[in-house]
C-alpha cells in the first residue's frame, strides 16, 4: 500500500488537495533525509500512521486562526501536517538545528503553504519580547519530558492559552509535572487519542497567570534540572 492509500484509509476526509500536499511533503522527506537525517520513520505506512496521522490529533483542540508554536519541530511534526488540514492557523515552526530549518523553508514553499521557520532554542525564544506571551497554542511531540517541555513552552502562550503535549502513556510524567505546573502558573489536563498503533494522549497545559520572569531558566538547565 502507498503512503498516501494508507493515510486516506485514516482520514477518509481528505480533499485531492490535501492528498497531494501529504504525497509531496512525504517524497521530501525521503529525498533530503538521505543525507540530512531528519527521521528514522521512513515506510510509507509508518510515515502515514506515526507521522502524519499521529500529527492531526491536536486539530480539534485549536481554535480557528490560532497563532501556534510547534517547539523542536525537527522535520515539522506536528506543526506541517496540522498546517496541511488546517490551513487558517498562524504556525511557527521553530527548532535549535539549523539543518532542519533549511529542509522545512524548502518544504514549504514546495507545498505552497505559509509559515515562519526560526532556528533558535525555546529557552531564548521563551526570553524574549517577539515571542514570549505571544502564542494561542505551543506544540511539542518527542521533545522532552512533561516538566522539561512545561518550561520550555508555558511562557510561550498567552495566558489563558494553552501548550499540548503529544504523549504515549503520560501518567508518570503527569505526576512528575507538579511542581512545574504549580512555578509556571498552568493546571494539567489529558485528552485521549484513538490510534490503532498505540496509546496516545494529548496532555493539555491550560496556562492561568503570566509565567514567572525568571523562567524559562537559561539554555540547557530546564532539561539538566527540571523543575
Ligand atoms: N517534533 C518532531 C517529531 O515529532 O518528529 C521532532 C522530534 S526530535 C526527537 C526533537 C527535536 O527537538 C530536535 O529537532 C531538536 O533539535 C529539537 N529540540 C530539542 N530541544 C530543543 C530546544 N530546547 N529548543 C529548540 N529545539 C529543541
Redesign the pocket.
Known sequence: MTMIEHLRTLCPDLTSEQAERFEAYYALLIEWNRTRNL?AITEPCDVAEK?FFD?LAAAPLLKSGAKCI?????????GIPLLIIRPDLQMTL????NK?IEFLEFTLERLGLAAACVH????D?GRSARFRQTFDAAL?????PLPVLLE?TVPLVRVGGQSIA?KGDAAAEIADAENACRTLRCALKTVPVEAAYGARTLVVATKQAETPGKYPRK?GT??KQPL
Open positions: 527521521t507521522h500529527s510547534d517547539v523542536g519541530t525537527g522535520a515539522g511534526f506536528p521553530l527548532d535549535a538545528l532542519r533558535m532554542r525555546a529557552e525564544a511539542t511531540r518527542a521533545v522532552a520550555l503529544y539554555a530546564p532539561a
